[in-house]
Antibody, heavy 119, light 107 residues
Framework: EGQLVESGGGLVQPGGSLRLSCTAS????????MSWVRQAPGKGLEWVSL???????DYAESVKGRFSVSRDNSKNILFLHMNSLRLEDTAVYYC?????????????WGLGTTVIVSS | AIQMTQSPSSLSASVGDRVTITCRAS??????LGWYQQKPGKAPKLLIF???HLQSGVPSRFSGTGSGTDFTLTISDLQPDDFATYYC?????????FGQGTRLDIK
């Protein structure tokens, strides 16, 4: 079925950087699309980024130019590199397996990791 | 970016009721829409993909309809476990966009 575990969240100052990890088991991260989704405190879900099987990436306008996604296929880990962090990036960040490529949806989710941007 | 307008934002219902949540897309998204359930402090859970396909393991009281710009999620015979927040998500084109969410609580 598959499992995802996020890590790397924490407290960071505005303008700082952070790298989130999403470790997959039960499937290969390079064999499917993978998305990052976040949720600010008390707010709704916001899609953040997508990496396609071929490695092409897409981003929400709110993070474009500041965030980037990459994969370590040998370790089966997805990363979200976050730079120039802003107060409004404070959120729980989830990674999800995205089966859009075969007509499905985001069927496996991690538990999330919390990022707090504060001075 | 495609805008998703979800309604209502909140809904009160009783066990056994039938409820409907709607999402409207700002442009034609074919059937590229999913429905997700989220409970407090938990990750979202996929209920419906491709507008009307029930995800494996999801009870059949959940159903989805629609194509183009208008979509609905119907929950028949509400159960206590169904009280949660529901989101639609268009994955027709990146950037994907979620609806604002519908909080379903017990009347």
């Amino acid at each position: 079925e598959g499992q995802l575990v996020e890590s790397g969240g924490g407290l960071v100052q505005p303008g700082g950087s952070l790298r989130l990890s999403c470790t997959a088991s039960g499937f290969n991260v390079d064999s499917t699309f993978m998305s990052w989704v976040r949720q600010a405190p008390g707010k709704g879900l916001e899609w953040v980024s997508l990496i396609y099987t071929g490695g092409i990436t897409d981003y929400a306008e709110s993070v474009k130019g500041r965030f980037s996604v990459s994969r370590d296929n040998s370790k089966n880990i997805l990363f979200l590199h976050m730079n120039s962090l802003r107060l409004e990036d404070t959120a729980v960040y989830y990674c999800a397996r995205d089966l859009k490529w075969q007509g499905g949806g985001m069927d496996v989710w991690g538990l999330g990791t919390t990022v707090i941007v504060s001075s | 970016a495609i805008q998703m307008t979800q309604s209502p934002s909140s809904l009160s219902a009783s066990v056994g009721d039938r409820v409907t949540i709607t999402c409207r897309a700002s442009q034609d998204i074919r059937n590229d829409l999913g429905w997700y359930q989220q409970k407090p402090g938990k990750a979202p859970k996929l209920l419906i993909f491709a507008a009307s396909h029930l995800q494996s393991g999801v009870p059949s009281r959940f159903s989805g309809t629609g194509s183009g710009t208008d979509f609905t999620l119907t929950i028949s015979d509400l159960q206590p476990d169904d009280f949660a927040t529901y989101y639609c998500l268009q994955d027709y084109d990146a950037p994907y966009t979620f609806g604002q969410g519908t909080r379903l609580d017990i009347k």
